[in-house]
């Protein structure tokens, strides 16, 4: 007889407020009593954290709404908005279940999945179980193309393929998971960080659904900042590739020196050098220019950790947004 697996569900809630209901009668059911899992191992959903990070909407009516009416839900406030990956881990750190799973407000995760993801947990001795979707994400088709090339990139810079099938949809072994909250740091991206400290990482095949609500709260510009953060937390693979820039600038500045020396001395065009000079003195002060912006993204990663920036910060009641003139 196999021990029954509690799960923590946590759940970074921004503008949650038209679909988060939703999402908790789904994972009632979970709770009420004993769930089995496709291969036969008992579990059950013992917690549901929503994590309210201060979006622009009344989702902290909704959570106190649902927190007062489903006894296992508990509402986590945080002072203002910090981003999903820090509510997540606020989330973590809170949850007290041998496992903790982490979904999206808008509900195109189905709380149905957690069973075949104990099963591959459990089955395979992993740690970390990330969901694998087997239809595109309900996103446009450039944004899906640009996340799979984003990803890819993120697993050659981690040296893995493997690592970069990460989604937002995970069940984390609870120790692993708590660990991680209390130690991750100012600056560091959540997976990133789940990949530093689990050493068995696998993936379940499951089906996404349509997005609840408003959609997703990611605009282009905070997609390329939310990958930027990303790069900057995978290692020092950016940095190398600084010096490879370097040394191909060296390689070509020969190149170009050799090229007007033999032009210069078998006389076939006059020496002018203001062309050349040019293209040459824009090219290689873009390099550096270039070189110096990475340098100085990864100098303010390192003085956000040493200056001791909170990660996030919890509030012991909702941070109301601010009323609109209409309210006055």
């Not at 075949?116 to 001795?125: S, W």
């Not at 609500?213 to 290692?235: A, D, E, K, N």
Request: hydrophobic content about 45%; proline content about 6%; aromatic content about 8%.
């Amino acid at each position: 007889m196999h021990a029954c697996q509690h799960l923590s569900v946590v759940v970074p809630v921004y503008r949650g407020e038209r679909s988060i209901a939703a999402l908790v009668a789904e994972l009632e059911p979970l709770h009420s009593q004993p769930q089995a899992t496709p291969a036969g191992f008992p579990y059950r959903v013992e917690e549901v954290l929503l994590v309210h990070d201060c979006g622009p909407d009344r989702s902290d009516l909704a959570l106190e709404q649902l927190q007062q009416q489903f006894p296992f839900v508990r509402a986590i406030w945080l002072s203002r908005n910090f981003g999903q990956h820090a509510a997540t881990l606020a989330g973590m750190a809170a949850s007290c279940g041998d496992w903790v799973a982490t979904l999206d407000e808008d509900g195109q995760q189905d709380p149905a999945s957690l069973g075949a993801m104990v099963d591959a947990a459990l089955g395979q001795g992993l740690q970390l179980v990330y969901a694998e979707p087997l239809n595109p994400p309900p996103h446009g088709p450039l944004r899906n193309l640009m996340s799979r090339l984003a990803k890819r990139f993120t697993g050659w810079m981690l040296g893995s393929s493997r690592l970069g099938r990460f989604n937002s949809f995970r069940l984390v072994e609870g120790e692993v998971a708590r660990t991680l909250a209390a130690y991750c740091g100012q600056g560091v991206y959540l997976d990133v960080g789940l990949f530093w400290v689990a050493g068995r990482i696998g993936h379940c095949p499951v089906r996404l659904r349509q997005e609840r609500g408003r959609g997703s709260s990611y605009s282009w510009l905070g997609l390329v900042r939310h990958f930027w953060h990303l790069v900057l937390t995978t290692g020092t693979k950016p940095l190398r590739f600084i010096t490879y820039i370097g040394l191909g600038s060296v390689l070509l500045s020969l190149a170009l020196t050799a090229y007007a020396l033999v032009q210069k001395l078998s006389g076939i065009v006059p020496v002018q050098g203001w062309t050349s000079l040019l293209v040459i003195v824009a090219f290689f002060s873009g390099c550096i220019l270039i070189s110096l912006g990475i340098i100085a993204e990864y100098l303010a990663v390192t003085m956000g950790i040493i200056m001791g920036r909170p990660l996030y910060v919890v509030s012991s009641h909702p941070t109301r947004p601010a009323p609109s003139p209409a309210d006055g």
